[in-house]
DNA sequence: TTACCTTTGTTGCAATTGCAACAAAGAAAA
DNA sequence: TTTTCTTTGTTGCAATTGCAACAAAGGTAA
């Protein structure tokens, strides 16, 4: 979401070069990996871009969530005691390393590496937890009003400036928050009317 | 919440006899924990009873979290961007070990406790993971209807029976959803009256 | 036992929200 | 460039939800 870090980029690094990691690469619209099973498989998108989809019972498609870059996905961050239907989908020609938690830690044992590795991983989990708390967060605030200012505090409280770029559309904004697109529009206009935010296309001022 | 993972004990015997690992014991109302800055800093609560509190800007006093037995918690497991203050208070004479990251993962790197060690804290933050997968699952849903549901089938899914025994109060319920008590019982007795479930005090059934 | 506090159950009413629907603007594909 | 698809902006209306309020039941402490 923000600038690349680093810990991922070195955890690409050291996994290219070791023999437990399988290279692959899928073409557009091809199934990455399914959630069926808890294999403690962990996949590293090195190259393109790939939806985490789910099918609920009714058949409905649901984008969870997005993969780019040096995104790190895999069962350990989707467990989830559910029926529905789980698999990420390339959304263009994607390359990824896929390896697991066990060959990862018994095979760095004895090296060097491994602090370093031991280290990234876990600041991969930190991350996602962060990503988490911060959606619990908003999701918990009972009015629109709550959940958009909430979001905008969070958005805006890492930096000293009252102002940021929406990083998605309007539309995914509203799927984000699980709200209505059309009632969260209102609401902006609403918080715009009473002279609490400022909006310029997708950047968003706090004045308070 | 369900029986005590055998991966919290363990650590908790490892951890017992090491030599950077404080423990400290805190009366009922003492403050064990605050969350102002980021140390890494894990707490792991072997007696008593502890709340994860936060007072927001209007001084609203929350629950986040309760802590209860093996319980581990710390910064990492509460990064969140916010203004709010945070803490964690002893409702109980208390009883804590306090460690650290750093301290952990150096100390063991040539122990041969160590992959165990790891094991268990990677099992920790796949526990949390999945707790919170569970949260956003339901708060994501849009209805009361939907919501009540989603929790059910979560609680019910990983058993073969259809029915469950609330882990709290239907008032603590609501707040786990986040939606209005009076609003919830309402829909729980549509519920009922549509032959979806049924409530026989804190126990509930699906009919479906 | 009595007193007190918390939880459950219930309801009317007002406010918020979701839904449906459509126009306009913008972006992507042909 | 034209066509097509997606996103934004807007509104009326109905349904859901939150709020306030209170009684009854259950639990805990004195």
Sequence with gaps: MDDKLNHLYYLEDVLSN???????TFKKGEIISTYIDKRHQYVMLIEGEADLIRYDVNGNKTIIEKYIDKDLFGDVFYTIYTNNEL???????????I??????VSNFNKDSKYK?????????YTDKIL???????VLTKRTIREKLLSYFQIMTSRKLKKSFYLPFTYTDLADYLSIDRSAMMREIKNLIDDGIIKKEAERITLLF
Tied chains: 1, 2.
């Design 18 to 24: 070791t023999n437990f990691v399988k290279k692959k």
């Design 87 to 97: 698999f990420v989908e390339a959304k263009k020609k994607s390359e990824v390393l």
């Design 99 to 104: 390896f697991n938690y066990e060959d990862l």
């Design 116 to 124: 370093k590795v031991i280290d990234a991983l876990f600041s991969v």
């Design 131 to 137: 990503v988490m708390n911060n959606r619990i967060e």
